[in-house]
């Protein structure tokens, strides 16, 4: 069993005919993905490697069963592409995309909240991958293996790294949510998820600078989650006021600082590494004692 992304996942991507979508349509394919259509307004009939192409997210749902997008659009189309993937009631939309303007975000969030039949992750985000099964996104499929560690991030690259680290253990989820200020799933989400999941056994959150996302992950963990949690805030060096990052990566006095975010984590029992490192490590001692 995985969160959101399994053996029954069947993939179109938004714009697979532009070059990030059809490098990334090969290497989802290359790793086990079911990707089943792409969508390109205008380029129906057409196909990337025997992929057929449709001109709308509902042709190619209707035409192939897809219930998972993943949206490489470049930035100024993407608030169509997400509204239209959420009119077609499709059931996970990955929205890879960055420098997508925030009120454009917030207002295809809303719409996914007020059509209720989509989950949408990210945007600015590297997706989602179940080892073995199935990859939505950018993710590389070839750092680790299936495990039982469930892995939420605010952070790419450090979604690899804590991958890799702990490629010998395995994961059975990573999700990357994106760092911008308005983003569809939020370590929240995640982590409820991997409760309600019979195959994680601990959890991985790694979180960063800005808002008071992580603090109230912390308090959410307080009260709703039994399983190990290990976490890392990226960002303890930051100057303040300056935007480091994503979008969302801004310190404004002692608010969205990474040591009032591991205060409030470790308030909750939550130990939190001083570096990437220190927290796989962390992980690994609960993972390996018994």
Not at 195 to 214: K, N, S, W, Y
């Amino acid at each position: 069993m995985a969160i959101w992304l399994n053996s029954d996942s069947k993939i179109l991507v938004q714009g697979m005919t532009g070059s990030e979508g059809t490098k990334h349509t090969r290497r989802m394919v290359a790793s086990g993905a079911n990707v089943v259509a792409g969508v390109t307004p205008g380029k129906a009939g057409q196909d990337l490697d025997g992929i057929p192409i449709f001109n709308s997210v509902g042709d190619a749902m209707a035409a192939t069963g897809a219930n998972v997008s993943v949206v490489f659009v470049p930035p100024k189309f993407a608030i169509g592409a997400v509204e239209e993937a959420v009119n077609a009631q499709i059931g996970l939309a990955v929205i890879i995309t960055e420098g997508i303007p925030v009120h454009d975000t917030a207002k295809f969030f809303q719409f996914s909240q007020n059509s209720g039949k989509t989950r949408l992750i990210g945007p600015n985000c590297p997706g989602i991958i179940t080892p073995g099964v199935s990859n939505a996104g950018i993710i590389p499929s070839d750092i680790t293996k299936p495990g039982r560690i469930g892995l939420v991030s605010k952070s790419g690259t450090l979604t690899y790294q804590m991958m890799y680290e702990l490629r010998d253990i395995g994961f059975s989820t990573c999700v990357g949510i994106g760092g911008d200020p308005i983003i569809g799933t939020t370590h929240i989400d995640a982590l409820q998820a991997f409760q309600d999941d019979p195959d994680t056994d601990a959890i991985v959150m790694i979180g960063e600078i800005g808002g008071d996302a992580e603090e109230r992950a912390a308090a959410y963990i307080g009260e709703h989650i039994t399983k190990p949690v290990v976490g890392y805030v990226a960002g303890f060096t930051a100057p303040e006021g300056k935007t480091m990052g994503h979008a969302g990566a801004i310190v404004s006095g002692s608010s969205g600082t990474a040591a009032a975010k591991q205060e409030a984590l470790e308030a909750v029992g939550v130990k939190v590494g001083k570096t990437p490192s220190a927290t796989a490590r962390l992980m690994r001692e609960i993972m390996t004692k018994g």
